[in-house]
């Protein structure tokens, strides 16, 4: 028998972003759990950038997410604030580049024009009826806001709170210190 080295595994949020009319909501939990610990309450995992106009929210290995903020940002800066061409751009550098494709992270970046999800291995996601999730609890807060987006007429950021809060009752590695943002 074998031990193999694995990595710990770390399960530390759920991200949601909700798209309604002229608004845009970027929302998080505060969770951030170690294996089966939970090692803090209230992180903060969403970052506003390009003077306010872009929002960025992350899961997955810290470190590596603010590597891939910092990227991000960068081809914002490059492109001129246009959301999708530095998605796009950040994703084939991601992609390519040896170093950067050990990144485990994911990112969820919205503007006004666009919500995307990009990945690292290439994929640079628009999703078509505005909503995107991801993180542990990811799905499930996807699932609770096209339920509140289809059948209610609450403003995007009340969808995201309800729906991270619905998501908080059902995983474990979300919590209820919430952090939401938007754009109008």
């Not at 994703?91 to 503007?111: G, N, P, T």
């Amino acid at each position: 028998m074998s031990l193999e080295y694995s990595k710990p595994i770390v399960r530390s949020t759920t991200i949601l972003s909700v798209r309604r009319d002229e608004h845009v909501a970027i929302g998080s939990d505060g969770q951030v759990s170690l294996g089966a610990t939970i090692v803090k309450h209230d992180a903060s995992k969403i970052r506003t950038l390009a003077n306010g106009s872009v929002l960025c929210g992350f899961a997955g290995s810290a470190a590596d997410a603010f590597a891939l903020l910092e990227r991000f940002e960068a081809k914002l800066e490059e492109h001129k604030t246009h959301v999708r061409r530095a998605a796009i751009d950040l994703a084939k550098e991601w992609r390519m580049d040896r170093v950067l494709r050990k990144l485990e992270s994911l990112l969820i970046v919205a503007s006004r024009e666009a919500t995307l999800m990009i990945s690292g291995s290439g994929d640079v996601i628009e999703p078509t009826n505005g909503v995107v999730g991801i993180g542990s609890g990811g799905m499930y807060a996807v699932a609770a806001a096209r339920a509140l987006l289809e059948h209610t007429d609450l403003p995007a950021e009340t969808i995201v709170e309800r729906a991270l809060e619905i998501t908080a009752d059902i995983c474990v590695y979300t919590n209820r210190e919430l952090t939401i943002k938007t754009l109008t």
